[in-house]
């Protein structure tokens, strides 16, 4: 019997007559890299947000480790163990590359405001081993010497790193990456590639990706679901998904899929 660590059942999500989610089903095996694709306005980032917290569902339901997500908060969810970057980088802008890490950190401290202004013997330890355990995130995304470093100023490449070594703070089980190659050169979106590869091999973490460049996707998922206007049209191996002419007509046009010869990692 699979294990699976997310469970989305028959779930909706409706913004007045748009339907963005519509009755889908979708779950991911424990450990496993996963891909939701589709064109623009298929439905995919609004998914990812029914997933963290940031919209509530209309219908259906959602599990995470055997628990139900409706009615969770944001940072409850984060707390059980789903951490996400965002399609637009999001850091911290006036603070450094350790300081957005250490924020990442925040769901399991137990420092309070006011045992920080009395400046407890306890807070000083956890803020040591906050940012011990940052330096050694920032080392392992290779940004080892960059700690402080303004945000802004790491180049492009190295700000989608930090992003991920934000989401990584807060020991995620599930990690979900929203484009995470976008605005790279081939060889960036080369090594990013294999950084996420790494991330589930070293960490043991389960990976759900949303990513438009088709070869990276087909080069390191295991499975991929495809979205068209908030419905699954398709989901499989990469070599099923890169054959179906449902996909191929979503991504090309009907006449593309007739011919049946265009492959859409091109």
């Known amino acids: 019997m699979a294990d699976y660590l997310l ?15 519509n009755t889908l089903d979708f779950f991911i095996e424990r450990g496993s890299i996963v891909s939701v694709i589709g064109p623009n306005g298929a439905g995919k ?25 409706e009615g969770r908060s944001a940072d409850e969810i984060t707390k059980l163990g789903i ?3 965002f399609q637009n980088i999001r850091l911290f802008n006036n603070m450094t590359a350790i300081e957005n890490v250490m924020v990442g950190q925040e769901a399991h401290l137990r420092s309070t405001w006011w045992a920080a202004v ?20 920032l080392s392992f995304v290779g ?11 790491l180049p492009y490449g190295a700000q989608r790193r930090l992003e991920i070594a934000r989401a990584l703070a807060s020991k995620p089980k599930l990690l979900l990456l929203d484009e995470p190659t976008a605005g790279m050169n081939p060889s960036e979106t080369a090594e990013t590639t294999e950084f996420i590869r790494q991330l589930r091999n070293d960490l043991g973490i389960t990976i759900l990706l949303i990513e438009h460049d088709m070869r990276v996707v087909m080069g390191i998922s295991e499975k991929i679901t495809v979205l068209d206007y908030g419905k699954k049209i398709a989901e499989g191996l990469p070599h099923e998904i890169q054959a179906n002419p449902l996909v ?5 046009g009907r006449g593309a899929a007739a011919s049946s010869k265009i492959e859409i990692s091109d």
Not at 7 to 21: N, T
Not at 248 to 252: G, H, S
């Open 143 to 153: 940004l080892k010497g960059k700690g402080d470093w303004m945000a802004t100023s």
């Open 45 to 69: 980032t609004t998914f990812f947000n029914c997933i963290t917290g940031f919209y509530q569902l209309t219908q259906g339901q959602i599990l995470f480790d055997g628990k139900p997500l």
């Open 118 to 137: 009395l400046n407890l013997p306890w807070v000083r330890q956890e803020d040591a081993f906050s940012e011990k355990r940052a330096r050694e995130l």
């Open 7 to 21: 469970e989305a059942r028959s779930i909706r999500k409706q913004f007045g007559g748009l339907v963005a989610v």
């Open 83 to 85: 951490s996400r970057t």
């Open 248 to 252: 191929i007509e979503a991504y090309l």
